[in-house]
């Protein structure tokens, strides 16, 4: 939430027009989940209650910035500033809470505590007396207040704010009433005991004050001192208090190992992501020793945008041990000839030999050791029979540099490698293009792609390391030539019109639908597909409908769209189409290739079972779709459909797909096909004839045998009945089919 | 009919218009108090067209900005269109006293009157929002006033 809010608020700074009205309530909203980052959850739950309902409001602001509403609020504004009425409108509102919330910036109070603080230059003696005396009495909201506001605007030097901050923390920890008066906020004592830690006060004396709270106070500690870079914590110890090991050991021993690998808080995923980002690998071993469980992951509440840190991604932190798969190579050639890298690099890999060495000893889901990868039977396979190498990224890198060096990868071994081909497809205007006229837009994106890959392969030198460059791009050449003709081939699935609508991220629908296009490419050509399932947890993937249900119905009151996790996404691909996809599909396991097929047989038994109790995809209220409803022209359909939201959804989507995308396609085969296999939903609210499905199967099943004039009549005549909205586009499909007939 | 005011219809004009009638009075085009009263009662029938037109635009703000104040809206458009209206009606009055007094049988000032006030409409600031705007393109209050121009037109200076 705290990487949303901070993205919109850069685009707000940046001058979005929607935005910027909300720029004061985004800092302050920043400001607030900042002050409670990494505390436990009914900690950071008020801060990010409010930040989803200001997301919230963005988000109609934005919807209503983009609709025809706002035409109405201008045309409103307009008028009613003619006749001296004052709109009430979003934009009016918006500026007042501005105000507000400008007036909080510069707050009379922080400017009277400023005089307080400072006598001339110098610091006043006592300047904490106010506060600890209320806190005393019970009231922490002072000293809460005199701390946060020497992180907002104040007239202080950096140094007076250092000096403040260390009387604040003396003047507090050190009596036992206040100290035990603080810990009912674990985040801020949390936070003072860290920077106690820090200036090499802490003593045992202060954490037995803590009482009930001591956990959670000791959570608030871990969590900020993992962030402290290593050198920094060495510099700082040795004072007259606990020394780092010794405040580690009472932490790993006050903290329980389910409030470590409790999923919702994520602690141990994000202690260890700090840790191995501040470069304290001794410390993450030693929680990987005790039972830190380095495989869980973490998924950042709303957050669609990536961190800054290695390991966090779009919306979650990556579990160490995938983390790791990037380094699997690198230690092996560290260890051969460590002066080849830098001295931080050196640090680093040094660091990373340890903590693949911990997971081995404490027995890990992945291969640690690249020479076993390179000898492992998935490898031998590849030898065998190239294809391409699928799973978690990092997890399958090793296998992907192990091919590479097998002399049989010399091409793209992931989709991710074509990705300079595939991303102009994945755009509205580039997948229209290519559905409409493949012939010329293929080799245009292929030749972007090229050149894309040209300029990836040298940028990523290491990882491309003992490739033949130049027959990587000719295979690259015709492995997108071949992908994206296949693509153009498909029923369209690119919902670009409603996505959105129906609560799903863009982005990722497309990403996801690209991967998943890019299994039954393989498929199509025979290729077989290494799917890696290290550090996968198949009970998600076999879950997964009822997560994403769970993840849309949140969207659908207040919460952010669903983001694809495409990895789970593949699996279920696979799954559900196991009867071909066995053919192609090898699943790897630490190297060896799975052999007992019977464990798929069951997971997609519990799948079907699982997707079952999930029930159908939430939908939003049916108004939603209405005007295009509306649009369709077929009447009754909207009293027909309007208490049922799914079906309104379903019936718009399937609508937009075959409007938009489908009649216009170059492929004239897919019309019959699409209205034949998806229309279902069409034909049951009387949109589409019942019998169009059994004359389209008719219709192919004649152009098979080169036949389809003879049932061109039959299909002209249930086009004819199709709703008048439709008919421009499917004329235009008519036109083609009689063209062809003729040649 | 006659061509002069009879006693009784100056007294009328006079006492319950507050029309001063001046001795050229006689002069002045045939069927005044007929034209006044085309004129009153036409600009009477006014407020309830716009009414009409209001109470749309009205229940447009509700339906399409829910967040607006609808009622307010309507009570200030109300007041500005009557202000408008009444004010046009004051300037006809004018013209049509100066038409009498200078014993202009054409009504000539009401025609010079009315041109400026189809100008005055024109570029009035509530009557430039509503056209051809976007919350309801297709009101008519332009048109209901303008309408009401041309037949107060009509009928003084035929």
């Known amino acids: 939430m705290l990487e949303k809010i901070k993205a919109l608020f850069e685009r707000a700074k940046k001058g979005d027009p929607v935005l910027a009205r909300f720029k004061g309530r985004l800092m302050m909203c920043k400001s607030k989940l900042q002050a409670v980052e990494g505390s436990k959850e009914e900690v950071m739950k008020p801060a990010e209650d409010e930040a989803r309902a200001l997301c919230k409001e963005i988000e109609e602001a934005q919807a209503f910035a983009a609709s025809s509403g706002k035409k109405a609020q201008e045309g409103f504004n307009l008028l009613a500033k003619s006749v001296n009425h004052k709109p009430v409108g979003l934009g009016s509102l918006l500026i007042k809470e501005v105000d507000k919330v400008e007036k909080q910036e510069l707050s009379p109070e922080v400017i009277e505590r400023n005089k307080r603080y400072l006598d001339g230059d110098e610091l006043k003696d006592g300047i904490v007396a106010n506060d600890l005396h209320a806190l005393r009495k019970g009231d922490l909201k002072s000293i809460k207040q005199t701390f946060r506001d020497l992180d907002g605007k104040t007239s202080l030097s950096k140094i007076q704010i250092t000096e403040i901050r260390e009387e604040i923390v003396k003047t507090v920890l050190m009596v036992p009433d206040c100290c035990r008066e603080l810990a009912k906020n674990p985040k801020l004592c949390g936070e003072m005991i860290a920077m106690a830690q820090g200036m090499g006060m802490l003593t045992p004396g202060i954490l037995k004050s803590l009482g009930d709270q001591t956990e959670d106070v000791a959570c608030s500690i871990v969590f900020q001192r993992s962030s402290v870079k290593l050198d920094q914590k060495v510099s700082s110890g040795g004072g007259k208090g606990f020394s780092e090991a010794d405040l580690n050991e009472w932490l790993i021993d006050i903290i329980p190992k389910d409030t470590w690998n409790d999923k919702k808080t994520g602690l141990g995923a994000r202690v260890i992501n700090n840790l191995w980002n501040a470069g304290d690998f001794d410390l993450l071993c030693t929680l990987i020793t005790k039972d830190v469980d380095p495989s869980l992951p973490f998924s950042l509440p709303l957050v669609t945008s990536r961190g800054t840190q290695e390991g966090v991604w779009s919306g979650f932190v990556q579990p160490v041990e995938h983390l790791l798969g990037n380094y699997v190579k690198l230690v092996a050639q560290f260890k051969k000839d460590p002066k080849q890298f830098d001295p931080e690099m050196q640090k680093k890999l040094a660091g990373a030999q340890k903590v693949l060495e911990t997971l081995d000893e404490q027995g890990t889901n992945i291969l640690t050791d690249f020479d076993e990868i390179m000898k492992c039977e998935a490898i031998a396979a590849f030898k065998k029979q190239p294809g391409t190498v699928w799973g978690f990224e990092d997890v399958r890198l090793p296998y992907v540099q192990a091919a590479r060096e097998s002399k049989k990868g010399d091409e793209p071994l992931r989709m991710i490698e074509l990705w300079t081909a595939i991303e102009e497809v994945l755009k509205e205007e580039g997948y229209d293009r290519l559905l409409i006229d493949p012939d010329k837009t293929i080799p245009e994106i292929v030749a972007t792609g090229v050149a894309g890959a040209k300029e990836k392969t040298a940028e990523k030198k290491k990882e491309y390391e003992g490739a033949d460059l130049d027959e990587f791009l000719k295979n690259f050449e015709e492995q997108a030539t071949a992908y994206l003709t296949h693509l153009a081939n498909q029923i369209p699935k690119g919902q670009y019109e409603t996505a959105e609508q129906s609560g799903m991220d863009m982005g990722k629908l497309m990403g996801g639908l690209a991967c998943n296009a890019g299994l039954w490419w393989a498929l199509e050509n025979k290729k077989p597909v290494y799917y890696c399932l290290d550090g996968l947890n198949m009970d998600e993937a076999l879950d997964y409908k009822a997560f994403k249900n769970a993840r849309i119905k949140a969207h659908f009151e207040g919460g952010p769209k669903h983001a694809e996790v495409i990895t789970l996404g593949e699996i279920r691909e696979i799954l559900k189409n196991w009867s071909s996809m066995k053919d192609i599909v090898f699943f790897i396991e630490r190297g060896s290739v799975m052999k007992d097929v019977s464990r798929v047989e069951k997971w997609i038994e519990t799948m079907k079972r699982n997707d079952e109790e999930a029930g159908k995809r939430p939908a939003p209220v049916s108004t939603t779709f209405k005007p295009k409803l509306d649009d369709i022209g077929v009447e009754g359909l909207w009293e027909a459909i309007e208490d049922h939201p799914y079906e309104a959804m379903k019936v718009t989507v399937k609508f937009v797909t075959l409007e938009k995308r489908v009649a216009k396609m170059a492929n004239l085969d897919i019309l019959p096909l699409y209205l034949e296999k998806k229309c279902q939903f069409l034909i049951d609210f009387k949109i589409i004839p019942a019998n169009m499905a059994e004359v389209c199967k008719d219709y192919l099943e004649k152009v098979k045998r080169n036949d389809g004039t003879e049932s061109q009549s039959d299909m002209n005549a249930v086009i004819k009945a199709l709703p008048e909205s439709l008919q421009a586009e499917i004329s235009g499909w008519r036109v083609r089919v009689d063209k062809f007939a003729e040649l | ?158």
């Open chain 2, 1 to 158: 009919m006659a061509s002069e005011l009879t006693p009784d219809q100056v007294n009328f004009l006079t006492r319950y218009l507050g029309i001063k009638m001046p001795d050229t009075a006689k002069n002045a085009g045939s069927g005044l108090v007929k034209k006044r009263g085309f004129l009153i009662s036409r600009w009477q029938k006014i407020p309830g067209e716009l009414a009409v037109e209001i109470d749309t635009l009205e229940s447009i703000v509700l339906k399409d900005l829910p967040h607006e104040d609808a009622a307010g809206f309507a009570k200030a458009l109300r007041q500005a269109l009557d202000d408008l209206a009444s004010g046009m009606k004051s300037k006809i009055d004018s013209a049509v006293d100066v038409a009498v007094n200078l014993g202009d049988p054409n009504y000539g000032s009401v025609a010079t009157a009315i041109s400026g006030l189809r100008n005055e409409l024109a570029t009035d600031a509530v009557i430039v929002a509503l056209r051809n705007n976007a919350l309801a393109p297709e009101n008519n209050i332009e048109a209901t006033i303008s309408s009401a121009l041309d037949e107060v037109e009509a009928a003084l200076t035929s």
